[in-house]
């Protein structure tokens, strides 16, 4: 009797960056997650309690826009990455195959010098306002800025991640960071 030949495992090549890539953007929607649990839990407190003791949390709308404030440019990333931010895409369907390529390959470029000066200009502002406390809670303001920085810098990232597919064939990514047989085209064009 002759043994069945081995299978070999399919291994592909970059495994560890994906499951990284997945481990990445299932961290950012999981923060996005808990900001907005924490926003709905201190703003259903604060109404409950001034309805029902007629007294509310002083901190809880500092909090709440705090929050937002963050969700914004935490979430800003994951909207990108499955091509969720308007677009106006008349010129690239316009042009030929290779022009699409060329065109898209400029805005990443672009989008990334933006994104790369807007992680400088607000950390410059960050640190600028790190003297100034908000006035209930008596937190600098530094902890609220940085959200800028860090908003872009995990856009920067993002991008990275998706630039490929979306210059060779206009694709964006789902958020579960899975490979490129589930790729999404299109996006918010309009």
């Given amino acids: 009797m002759v043994p069945a030949p081995r299978r070999r495992r399919h291994v592909s090549r970059g495994w ?8 990445f953007v299932t ?10 649990s924490a926003m709905a839990l201190v703003v259903g407190a604060n109404i409950a309690l001034r309805y029902l003791t007629s007294h509310s949390l002083p901190w809880a709308d500092e909090v ?7 969700l914004t440019f935490i979430g ?14 008349n010129l690239q369907d316009a042009l030929p ?24 200009v ?8 790190q003297y100034q406390m908000t006035p209930a809670l008596r937190l600098p303001f530094l902890y609220i800025y940085a ?13 990275l991640l998706i630039a490929r597919p979306f210059i060779s064939a206009g694709e964006y ?17 309009g």
């Fill in 147 to 159: 959200a800028m920085p860090v908003g872009f810098a995990l856009l920067i990232v993002h991008l």
């Fill in 16 to 23: 560890p960056l994906k499951r990284i890539e997945r481990a």
């Fill in 97 to 120: 195959t290779t022009g699409q390529k060329v065109l898209r390959a400029i805005i990443v470029l672009i989008l990334l010098g933006f994104f790369g000066f807007m992680v400088y």
């Fill in 173 to 189: 990514k789902p958020l579960d960071g899975s490979g490129a047989d589930e790729m999404v085209t299109g996006g918010a064009n």
């Fill in 64 to 70: 709440a826009r705090y929050l937002m404030i963050w």
């Fill in 27 to 36: 961290l950012n929607g999981w923060a996005l997650i808990l900001m907005l």
């Fill in 76 to 89: 800003a990333g994951l909207i990108l990455r499955i091509g969720g931010h308007v677009a106006i895409t």
């Fill in 122 to 129: 607000g950390w410059q502002y960050a640190q600028r306002m």
